[in-house]
């Protein structure tokens, strides 16, 4: 897999990239992340990337020349163009299905903004999917490419040292509900002991546990999202009032 970023400011990823799993990816020949700076397209002397918003009014917008001859160059390093997607505020609320779909993608470009945002050409010209990682806004689109990223590989195959490990995750699976409580050693802490059934060896008892607690933590927390599945989704229910309710959440312990 491999992913392009083009940004005014590559030195913000250095860091990143070398932590952890994505450092690991990298090394094992899993992912390849390549840097582009975008001011080195900037066609005048002062290398400038930004201007004054046409009509008036506060900040600057990201030209259309470099950021357009940025990404037509990047995508002539690879008989593969890759799939270009832009980070803004004003795209697509990014969610796991969104990110299983990036995922099947063998390059992906992510293009980064600052300032007050892109002269609206880059978009006509580029048609890239916009995608933002919430209704909020960042001061550029480094840390949500980032974001993205670390979603993405996670997806790629061999990263994750087991390969089921992220079909229980929050959001993953056929259900996707919230992940269910996890506990380690102690089993006992502060009075707080973990689920014997946890430490029972029994496999199906155990299985079931989590699915319950999947549920319900699901719906103290996020009823949302099991308003989205659809009515044969709901394992062992055929209707959404049969979901038992599950006890409120302040009244169990950290963890519950
Ligand atoms: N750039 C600024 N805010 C953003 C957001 N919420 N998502 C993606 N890119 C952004």
């Known amino acids: 897999m491999r992913f392009d970023l083009l940004t005014l400011f590559p030195e913000i990823f250095q860091g990143y990239l070398a932590e952890s799993l994505l450092k690991r990816a990298i090394e094992a020949g899993l992912v390849d992340v390549q840097l582009h700076d975008i001011r080195h397209w900037a066609q005048d002397k002062h290398h400038s990337v930004d201007d004054r918003p046409f009509g008036g009014g506060p900040g600057m917008v990201l030209k259309v020349e470099p950021v357009v001859e940025c990404v037509e160059a990047v995508r002539r390093h690879d008989p593969d163009p ?23 993608h063998h390059r992906i470009l992510l293009l980064c903004g600052r300032y007050e945002g892109f002269d609206e050409r880059i978009r006509v010209i580029l048609q890239p999917e916009e995608i933002s990682i919430g209704d909020f806004v960042l001061s550029g689109g480094e840390v ?11 997806l790629v195959p061999g990263v994750l040292g087991d390969e089921l490990s992220s079909s229980d995750d929050s959001f993953s699976g056929e259900q996707r509900l919230l992940e269910f409580a996890q506990y ?40 949302d999202l099991l308003d989205k599945q659809l009515p044969d989704q709901h394992v062992g229910n055929n209707s959404r009032e049969a979901t038992p309710p599950g006890p409120p959440r302040e009244a169990l312990p950290p963890g519950y």
């Open 82 to 104: 890759g799939h270009l997607v832009m980070l803004t505020p004003q795209g697509r609320r990014l969610d796991q299905p969104a990110v299983e779909r990036l995922a099947e």
């Open 184 to 223: 380690t050693r102690p089993r006992v802490y502060r009075g707080l002991e973990a689920p014997p059934v946890l430490l029972s060896g029994n496999h199906q008892q155990i299985a079931r546990w989590r699915e319950e607690n999947s549920r319900e933590r699901t719906h103290s927390r996020r009823a």
């Open 144 to 154: 949500a490419a980032m974001a993205i990223i670390d979603a993405v590989v996670r």
